[in-house]
């Protein structure tokens, strides 16, 4: 399975995205997704997570209440909006797939992610 994300771009401070992650030659349908970003010179970090069926959602505290996961199998696709964007949300983010059935107790290692898309720039700045 390969991973496509977009829907980055440059927003002011306040403003809001929606960004989309779509898998093409293989199906998600039956695994946990996850949400990254990476700042220049910054360690990746986690950001949200999502079961397969969507009865369980995570977030870092750092996004919780401001950004929103979610996903629709039937379109092979997991979406992040945010929310209230801040000058330091700027980052690369990443939508990965995690190679763990229990994602309660993995979901924010990286390391527990076994496919990555190529990552979409949101840059917030006035």
């Known amino acids: 399975v390969q991973l496509q994300a977009s829907g980055g771009g440059l927003v002011q401070p306040g403003g809001s995205l929606r960004l989309s992650c779509a898998a093409e030659?293989?199906?998600?349908?039956?695994?946990?997704m996850g949400w990254f970003r990476q700042a220049p010179g910054e360690d990746r970090e986690f950001l949200a997570a999502i079961s397969w069926s969507s009865d369980e959602k995570y977030y870092a505290n750092s996004v919780k209440g401001r950004f929103a996961v979610d996903r629709y199998n039937a379109k092979n696709s997991v979406y992040l909006q945010m929310n209230s964007l801040k000058p330091d949300d700027t980052a690369i983010y990443y939508c990965?797939?995690?190679?763990?059935?229990?994602?309660?107790?993995?979901?924010?290692?990286?390391?527990?992610?076994?496919?990555w898309g190529q990552g979409t720039l949101v840059t917030v700045s006035s």
């Open positions: 030659r293989g199906s998600i349908a039956t695994y946990h």
């Open positions: 990965a797939r995690s190679h763990r059935s229990n994602l309660k107790n993995y979901y924010s290692d990286y390391l527990e992610y076994d496919v």
